[in-house]
């Protein structure tokens, strides 16, 4: 499972780069309602995807998820500065044993490590038609709550951190207003007390408005 998940990480990102580069080369000619950053100053959106975690802290932890609403403003028709805010989670579920009247008895270990996070982005874009390729990088702090259960009790924490990130994307304009998309960000970011690595990459759609 671990290795199956590492080895996605990168056909997951290459594919997102792919994808974008295919959209423009093979209908960014047929343009669209209205060009790609010919309208609007400011963009509000929602993601919604996957978080496949990747440090050795979590190598055991199961594919999990993310959402997150933000906020652009366009600097210019290449260039525009965000903020997000959002929540990303993932599990893992384990056999563990403890000596016990001399002998070792075995119990289930459920792990959860859910963080919600506020970023700041800065976004270079290269519209062309009703597409609109991008690259981001940017970076924020995460408030990560841990808990563990077993049939014997439960134990929670919570600890904060800064992380940074940088992404690559393409989104479609299918009126001169809306647009969806696909993206995909890697993430660096370690708790500061408990010292657990959530680096990962998320994987997401979005759907947004400019206005």
Do not use: C
């Not at 979590?58 to 993310?66: I, Q, R, S, T, Y």
């Not at 993206?183 to 994987?203: H, Q």
């Amino acid at each position: 499972m671990v290795a199956t998940k590492r080895h996605m990480i990168p056909v997951i990102a290459i594919a997102v780069l792919a994808l974008s580069t295919l959209a423009v080369s093979s209908f960014a000619a047929d343009g669209g309602p209205t060009p790609a950053g010919e309208k609007g100053n400011r963009v509000v959106g929602f993601k919604i995807g996957a978080y496949f975690p990747d440090s050795s802290d979590l190598e055991n932890f199961d594919v999990g998820g993310h959402v997150e609403a933000y906020l652009e403003g366009n600097i210019s028709r290449n260039f525009s500065l965000g903020a997000a805010l959002g929540y990303q989670w993932t599990s893992n579920t384990t056999t563990t044993s403890i000596p016990s009247g001399g002998t070792l008895t075995s119990f289930q270990l459920d792990q959860d490590v859910n963080s919600t996070y506020l970023l700041v982005t800065a976004k270079l874009m290269v519209p062309v038609g009703a597409f609109e390729p991008y690259a981001e990088a940017g970076g924020g702090f995460y408030l990560t709550h841990i808990k563990e259960s077993s049939p014997a009790g439960s134990l929670s924490d919570q600890d904060t951190s800064f992380g940074y990130l940088a992404g690559a994307g393409v989104n479609w304009y299918f009126t001169k207003d809306y647009f969806i998309g696909l993206g995909a960000r890697y993430f660096w970011s370690e708790t500061k007390d408990l010292n657990i690595a959530l680096d990962g990459l998320l994987v997401d759609v979005n759907l947004g408005v400019r206005f």
